[in-house]
């Protein structure tokens, strides 16, 4: 009988590490491949002229969440939607890469709780980041910016992080002199991880993050969420984050956040103002965008409005020809000097085409009649000038 307990403790003990090899090495992989897949397609056309447009460009885009997952994004992946090789295939010179410290289980676009289960801590615990991570939203986005500088580290050059004004100039030099290398910029997708304390705000900075995002899809100590209960203004410590934000080289990120807390930071502020990823309610018009007269309002301050490449912000036609329209539409609402890129690649959204493929997005540009001075701006030139306006 003893020796068969032993048998048992021992089936039992395989069966545990069966299971926690299960849980920690395939569902998380299962679940971003589910969670960020690209539609399968046949290659599209990119015609000469685009092509060699293309490769004259600085493309930048305001916000992927690659940092999320367990990838090693020095290296070029089967899954996902972004990581440091495809960057550069698709010539792109400027990446933020936003951190996600929480997201609410049942997440939608109408309304979500701040107490709802947090999906991102099974994630964090399924791809065994730190413990300090386990229980600390601070944690997670240092520890996502760790992560990215460890990126930098294994890149052989290929990637280089931005916190400086220098820095942007030197990767922008590097461009121009045909390196293969594309600038990294950290950013927070809501600024929860102050956890309500601005003295948080320090540590955050230092750990590289230069993009910073009011809220993500619930309420939270700076204010309501365009996704959370309360559709509320900025609160009193909203205020002072953003009075502080607004004195550092950082961008403030408006994607997330509720109108009015958007209108709040419109009347306190005199700065560009982003919001990073999302769409035109002109041209699709649902709660996730805002309305086009408070975008044009974002617009005045000198800031920019970055197109996202998922269905729920562009009306479904999510290939490259679908985006271009988009992209039309808002040049049309808030000028050609306001409008950028914001794909949300990697940020649990299903595309039609990977970073790679950018000279697609060219291509349909041009074949949309937009004009090459146009084009420059939107995939890129307009993203350096807030960044020149905003970094030191």
Not at 139 to 154: C, D, F, N, Y
Not at 363 to 378: C, M, P, T, W, Y
Request: with cysteine; net charge negative.
């Amino acid at each position: 009988m003893r020796k068969f307990l032993k048998w048992v403790a021992r089936l039992l003990a395989l069966a545990v590490v069966i299971g926690a090899v299960g849980f920690f090495g395939f569902l998380p992989a299962y679940v971003e491949d589910t969670s960020n897949n690209v539609i399968e397609h046949a290659p599209y056309p990119v015609s000469d002229r685009a092509a060699a447009l293309h490769k004259t460009l600085v493309v930048g885009d305001w916000h992927a969440d690659p940092l999320l997952w367990s990838r090693d994004l020095s290296q070029r992946g089967t899954r996902g939607q972004v990581d440091v090789p495809r960057l550069i295939e698709g010539n792109v010179a400027l990446q933020v890469f936003t951190a996600v410290t929480k997201s609410p289980a049942g997440q939608n676009y109408d309304s979500n709780s701040a107490e709802a289960f947090d999906n991102i801590t099974l994630l964090a615990v399924g791809q065994l980041w730190p413990l300090r991570t386990w229980t600390s939203l601070r944690e997670r986005a240092i520890w996502q910016a760790e992560k990215l500088h460890k990126v930098e580290a294994a890149s052989d050059g290929r990637l280089k992080i931005i916190k400086t004004a220098a820095d942007l100039e030197a990767v922008l030099a590097a461009k121009a002199g045909g390196e293969a290398v594309v600038g990294g910029i950290l950013g927070i997708e809501g600024a929860h991880p102050l956890e309500g304390d601005l003295a948080n705000l320090d540590p955050i900075f230092d750990a590289g993050h230069r993009v910073y995002g009011l809220q993500h899809f619930f309420d939270n100590e700076l204010g309501g969420s365009l996704h959370g209960e309360a559709d509320t203004g900025l609160t009193e410590f909203g205020r002072a984050v953003v009075t502080e934000l607004a004195r550092r080289p950082v961008v403030i990120d408006l994607a997330h956040s509720s109108q009015q807390v958007a209108r709040d930071v419109l009347a306190m502020t005199d700065m560009p103002l982003v919001v990073s990823h999302g769409g035109l309610h002109g041209h699709c018009p649902v709660k996730r965008n805002y309305p086009d007269e408070l975008m044009r309002e974002i617009a005045a301050t000198g800031g920019v409005i970055g197109m996202g490449y998922w269905a729920e912000v562009a009306c479904d036609d999510i290939t490259p020809t679908g985006i271009a329209r988009m992209i039309v539409k808002a040049i049309e609402t808030v000028g050609a000097d306001h409008v950028s890129l914001g794909s949300d690649y990697d940020g649990s959204v299903e595309t039609a085409f990977d970073t790679s493929e950018l000279a697609a997005l060219t291509s349909a540009l041009l074949d949309a009649g937009v004009s090459e001075d146009q084009i420059r701006k939107v995939m890129g030139d307009n993203m350096v000038r807030v960044l020149r306006a905003r970094l030191r």
